[in-house]
């Protein structure tokens, strides 16, 4: 099975069914099954999905059930700190487990351009595999679909996902409350600014590494030490800033946010600085806003720093109520108060 | 509600959010919000999408649980009888619905080329959801990305769904047996040809229809007759000769088809034999291969026949114990028997 080596992605053996992903790997005969069988299946493989049919059988752990699904068109599909695959898997890994739901099945949709380098497919699906692992779901059904050179950008996966309750929790966006603490994981814009520079749109060079990751086990860690949070939600396309937007409108709410409290990356900030970014805009990958009650906040955040992907989590602000529009504010450093407005238009193309 | 008419998708009221996607609707912000709202939720709205989470909460029917997932790149997105929305649900639906589960719930991923016209965003939504209503399932949730103008090629869709049983069925790919009736519900190809006769590709004009419908109605009818189907499969890439021989590989059987019982509409055998092409290799998104135990093929032939979708139902063969390696045989015209393979290579590309 260990035929190819994945462990430097070099590939010094050969490639299954050629250098390159032809149209014919598309046509859903022969070569398809080839291309599924030899990358997919042999990444991915488990019970359900060797069963070969075109749906999966799943047993259900619980009455409640959790579904979410997230497409990819990342540019480029290869950056510092993950890569498509990973992404795919962690993005809708994180939009179950936002839900206090643990994320269990994933199937995937690949859509990819004619002439695809087969060891790029192939690193991409060690890639997902592995993200797999770490989160403990199983990839369990997919599809593979190829279009003509020039009519997509080398390839774009859709993931969807299924989620079960080990708990009876009521965790959505539009339970958070009065006087509620707002948790961030760790620093912002992380992923955002790595993908631009991988793009070499900086114009200087940085080490920031992407934060995708799996955020599952972290949580259920903090839903342990916190029974009682009240919302969870992935920062992700328009950042901190627009997903508490969000929040606030769901839960008609004001959000007050506390400048100096803010965690960034020094890199993430020099580089926002040059390019006239602000990081709570910035897209995260592999971070988690919590809306918990005052009370259970510092049990949440010892629980999230004994993770290695919250070790900087920190209360950013709090939950207020209000009897106008919801608005999220900042208090500044220097005393003020502005509004934090939802992001408008576009600020990073292909971000994920 | 429905200041845009949809009933003849000219939509003469003013577009929401100006007249093509931008890039700056995939970027997570008002824009994209402004998109989802006024596209998406307007005609998918129920209960679970309305809550605005990421994730959509659903509630356990069975124990068993079937997901599918299926990438649609159709070209071109409008054919005669159907587009890229209509074949979107319906191929998750189609999927779910051959395991004799019953589908409830979709995810869609949408994947915009920048430009995209958004009365044909909005056509497509109205497709989506008149086939997820025809077929009672509810879209739940989604995702909106839009990359650069000639990045995609208009628009993909990427669904999966979940579904549930009603009746301790087990039916899949592996269980065909010997002396089992092949049943196909209808007329091979039209959906291959009725692609190929939009993109102007025949060389000559023709009025075949594609037969894109969710079968998860007149499968129930079907299960309800014939309770103890062996498999059933939608004979979609790849024809149905494609199909069969996956089933007899899973069922290690070999299938034997009577030529003069394959169901083809005259258009379309007109159309293959210009072309060169055979309709047992030609694409369907209508139809369904049942493998059930002999003595309830005619009891599953009338419940077909009764549905508007299986008025052409027929027996196409009969499955046959090999001990040697599973094949799809042919019992020819003129009295001889010839072997018919799985499809190699590429056929017609971008035809789902």
Known sequence: ?????????????????????????????????????????EHFHNPILDQGNDFAELSSESKRIITATDGHVVDPIFFPGGDIGKLAVAGTVNDISMSGAIPRYLTASFIIEEGFPMKDLVQIAHSMQACAQEAKVQIVAGDTKVVEKGKADKIFISTAGVGFFEKDLQIDGSRAENGDAVILSGTMGDHGIAVLAARNELGFTTTVLSDTAPMNNMIQSGINASPHIHVMRDPTRGGVATTLNEIAIQSQVNIILDETALPVNKQVQAACDILGFDPLYVANEGKVLFITPEKEAQLLLDALHAHPYGKKATVIGRVEKTDNRPMVLMRTRIGGTRIVDMLSGAMLPRIC
């Open 1 to 41: 099975m260990d035929s190819i080596s994945f462990d430097n992605f070099t590939c010094p053996l050969p490639i299954p069914n050629g250098q390159q992903v032809t149209i014919g790997h598309g046509s859903g005969g022969t070569l398809t099954k080839n291309l599924i069988n030899s990358v997919f299946y």
